[in-house]
């Protein structure tokens, strides 16, 4: 990531992740697509090239989602012993609709917060 040396107040990431907004203005859309990064912010220039959220979001989904929804579907079974067609008809839809809307506020989070605290990939010193 290049010196950022445009003066722009902070904005909460947690925040601009939520709403798929620019880290640094707040303002501009950060997904071109459903998950797909934008190439820039279109109000205020920022280069979204730094935006490498890899595997996180992800992994944070499943063991989130996982943890709700195995949680939600022993409490039941437990309970009320449900044939298992309603089962499926209850869990795999929110299993999907859940995952598919958390793994956008993730993504964005997490880039927001690369941002946010200048992460970039590691570098070896060369000691010079």
Same mark, same amino acid.
């Given at each position: ?5 445009? +003066?722009? *107040? *902070?904005?909460?990431?947690?925040? #601009?992740?939520?709403? /798929? ?10 997904f071109?697509?459903?998950? #797909?990064?934008?190439?820039?912010c ?6 979204? /090239?730094?935006?490498?959220? /890899? ?9 989130? =989602? ?8 022993? @409490? ?5 012993? *449900? *044939?298992?067609?309603? +089962?499926?008809?209850? @869990?795999?839809?929110? #299993?999907?609709?859940?995952?598919? #809307?958390?793994?956008? @506020?993730? $993504?964005? =989070?997490?880039?927001a917060?690369?941002?946010? +605290? ?9 000691? $010079?």
């Open positions: 990531m290049s010196e950022d040396k445009a +003066h722009f *107040p *902070p904005v909460d990431p947690v925040a #601009t992740g939520l709403k /798929g907004r620019c880290p640094r203005c707040g303002q501009g859309r950060l071109m697509g459903y998950l #797909t990064p934008a190439s820039g279109n109000n205020c220039g920022l280069d979204y /090239g730094f935006a490498d959220s /890899g595997d996180g979001p992800a992994v944070f989904v499943i063991l989130i =989602i996982g943890f709700v929804v195995v949680g939600l579907a022993l @409490w039941m079974e437990v309970n009320y012993s *449900p *044939p298992m067609w309603l +089962h499926l008809i209850l @869990w795999i839809p929110l #299993t999907l609709i859940l995952c598919l #809307t958390l793994l956008r @506020w993730i $993504k964005g =989070i997490l880039i917060l690369q941002y946010r +605290h200048k992460a970039q990939e590691g570098r070896l010193d060369s000691g $010079k």
